[in-house]
């Protein structure tokens, strides 16, 4: 039995590895695929009658975990600089929008469907109306640079703020001043703890000599954010600000405290610390999805009686998002699509008290609402896939043409540009000169 589980798994692993390397080009979602997966092997189990331990204990284990590492992940990938404000503001406003827009739309349905009071439906409401980075983030790795960081800052940022939103509602039983004033006390006491865990872990990480040295880190970063989650403090605030410090750590060597650990040497410690939580992401993420596929009851995935209710969530999410992108200016395709359900999802839902959960919001309705706006967001990347865009040809003197696409990184010109700062670039070719437009990567999202 141990080694028919240990195969098992070794099989789903490497089949689930195959999968993220051919995403980039298939572009279905691995999320769907691991649930498939997982799905598959408890039919199989139950047709072979082989007893399999209960799993459930570890889903939510496997959740925090997962989430640890990849707001982690996505906080040691982003840039952190000037120049990255614009995005910063631009995706935390959508995010912070988003959350609060979808909240007030879902309370409001499930008061007029009966639901008790109007905190119960609102916790109840959360879950589903957060975007999954665990999903979000690894599917859009092949998008332009541009896309792919504002994408990693929404979705780390739709699970913060919706975290703290729920922990708000959860841990406080009225909702007045004094409720506000104690979680800003709350935030500010985390950012001073942050800073300080940060400074001592980046010391440990320089100072550490034994040749295991980031697995106690990596410990110690989940030791604090479950210390701070026993005392209800915002503790993905923690994992974000970690990331984003050490993944920006070439930035900071002016700063004398950073002098003093040796940035250099630190610098490569960093890179090779990157590489463990990459990988711990990628184990993580997939025991969780597997394990989540393998609990899914068909009656609770095919329920009709929330089917319906199911569409119609999805419905409001994805049109919401339409409608918040063209608020704000920025491309419709492929980032309308960029809107999953998965992991947070299920953490929170798993997180309600029992004695407040909704029996409209269940698991069948959030197993359905999961398993749709990943197909929704798999739909529409395979339909924005399209060739890159061609901006210059060159004719040569045989009237045959060259086609240069967006992808290159070098462009021939023949002219000198007197302004290094400016835009804007003249490419000449024979008898033609054509002006190309060269905005700065956050621009795009003005």
Not at 164 to 175: A, G, K, N, R, S
């Amino acid at each position: 039995m141990t080694l028919s589980i240990i195969i098992t798994l070794c099989v789903l692993l490497l089949l689930a590895y195959i999968f993220d390397l051919t995403s980039s080009k298939t572009r279905i979602p691995t999320v769907i695929i691991l649930l498939v997966l997982g799905y598959l092997v408890r039919q199989g189990a139950d047709f072979l009658n082989v007893t399999v331990p209960d799993l459930s204990m570890f889903l939510k284990i496997f959740g925090t975990l997962g989430l640890i590492l990849i707001v982690l992940e996505g906080g040691l990938d982003l840039e952190f600089n000037k120049s990255k404000l614009k995005v910063i503001n631009k995706s935390f406003l959508i995010s912070i929008l988003s959350v609060a827009f979808l909240s007030f739309i879902f309370t409001v349905i499930l008061q007029l469907m009966g639901e008790t009071s109007i905190k119960e439906s609102l916790i109840n409401a959360i879950p589903i109306c957060v975007i999954s980075s665990a999903i979000a983030i690894p599917t859009v790795q092949n998008l332009s640079k541009e896309k792919k960081e504002f994408v990693i800052y929404e979705s780390s940022f739709s699970d913060v703020l919706g975290v703290l939103f729920f922990d708000f509602l959860i841990t406080h039983e009225v909702i007045n001043g004094h409720a506000f004033g104690e979680f800003g006390v709350d935030m500010l006491i985390l950012i001073v703890v942050s800073f300080l865990a940060t400074i001592l872990l980046l010391f440990l990480l320089r100072k550490i000599n034994h040749h295991i040295k980031f697995i106690p880190i990596i410990i110690l970063i989940v030791l604090i954010y479950a210390v701070a989650e026993v005392y209800h403090l915002p503790a993905l605030i923690f994992i974000l600000i970690f990331g984003l410090f050490i993944g920006n750590l070439g930035g900071l060597q002016e700063i004398n405290l950073i002098k003093k650990l040796n940035p250099e040497i630190l610098l490569k410690e960093v890179t090779k610390f990157s590489e463990l939580v990459n990988v711990g992401a990628f184990l993580i993420r997939t025991l969780f999805f597997l394990i989540f596929g393998f609990l899914i009851e068909t009656s609770e995935l095919l329920n009709p009686s929330t089917f319906l209710l199911a569409i119609a969530v999805v419905a409001i999410i994805f049109l919401s998002r339409w409608a918040i992108i063209l608020l704000f200016k920025l491309e419709v395709k492929p980032l309308v699509f960029v809107a999953p359900r998965g992991l947070i999802t299920i953490l929170l839902f798993l997180a309600i008290p029992e004695a407040i959960q909704s029996t409209i919001i269940n698991k069948s309705l959030i197993i359905q609402v999961i398993v749709l706006s990943a197909i929704v967001m798999m739909v529409g990347m395979i339909l924005c896939k399209a060739p890159s865009p061609v901006i210059k040809t060159q004719t040569d003197d045989e009237g045959t043409g060259d086609e240069i696409s967006d992808d290159d990184n070098e462009i021939e010109s023949e002219e000198s540009v007197d302004d290094e700062d400016s835009d804007m670039v003249d490419v000449t070719s024979g008898n033609t000169s054509n002006r190309i437009d060269f905005d700065e990567e956050t621009d795009r999202f003005e």
